[in-house]
């Protein structure tokens, strides 16, 4: 009998790791219903309609969705001196090869390879390719809503981010420092015709709002990494801004 011995390409699929599974509408439910759980609501309608209650811990890298890492993407290209023009605009690249190229550019983004997040930057409009094979980004953030999958995604990331904030909220001591910033504005009596020119106010100054510390993060990251500080703990950050509207 010969046995054959595996081939490169055979050794290298077997390391590598399985596509990780994306955020659920399980998951989300099983998030409510553990935090229904300690504050004593009966829940138990609820409960049937998910598989099992007793849910595993959500892994960090779910969390990390594909809208997340389109974002982190268009954050430093809009951001890394590399990759920028002496105006401060970000610069077409080469889809693949050494310096300023896409290929290079992905790296920064730790979930996905270059060629899928250039699909999946491609296919929700956030950049062109030209005939040279030049890559040229269209926008500084995504429009996740305009993608039905994304669109999903992110609303499921998003429901289990407040579903945190609250029971960390909740489970440590109000006056404690290390409460998460929580806050909403409300107003229970607005003219239903200036929603519109509300919906322009926000997409303005929180489009900047949310840049500037998006901004921020990365330059810290960045400080800390040329003064070859120990890598301390890792967490992710999730920061937004949304408009609620319903009938009174």
Not at 25 to 41: C, P, R, S, T, Y
Request: net charge positive; aromatic share 6%; charged share 25%.
């Amino acid at each position: 009998m010969v046995i054959k011995r595996p081939t490169k390409i055979a050794r290298s699929l077997k390391k590598r790791p399985a596509k990780p599974s994306e955020l659920t509408v399980n998951d989300v439910v099983g998030a409510l219903l553990d935090l229904f759980k300690e504050l004593q609501i009966d829940a138990s309608n609820l409960a049937s309609c998910v598989k099992s209650v007793n849910h595993k811990k959500i892994a960090p890298h779910r969390i990390y969705s594909h809208a997340a890492a389109i974002g982190e993407l268009l954050a430093v290209w809009h951001q890394d001196p590399r990759y920028l023009d002496n105006s401060g605009n970000p610069l077409p690249v080469r889809t693949r090869g050494p310096g300023q190229s896409f290929s290079n550019l992905a790296k920064a983004v730790p979930t996905m390879t270059a060629p899928a997040l250039l699909k999946e930057l491609e296919r929700a409009g956030a950049v062109t390719i030209d005939d040279k094979g030049y890559v040229h980004v269209r926008m500084r953030s995504l429009s996740v809503y305009e993608d039905k999958r994304l669109a999903i995604q992110h609303t499921l990331t998003s429901l289990i981010s407040f579903i945190r904030t609250l029971r960390h909220n909740l489970d440590s001591d109000p006056s404690n420092s290390d409460q998460l910033f929580h806050r909403v504005a409300w107003n229970g009596d607005f003219e239903y015709g200036l929603v519109p020119t509300l919906k322009i106010r926000i997409r303005r100054q929180g489009q900047t709002f949310l840049e500037a510390f998006d901004n921020w993060m990365m330059r810290q990251n960045k400080i800390r990494s040329t003064k070859r500080k120990p890598r301390g703990k890792r967490v992710q950050i999730f920061l937004g801004v949304y408009l609620a509207v319903g009938d009174k």
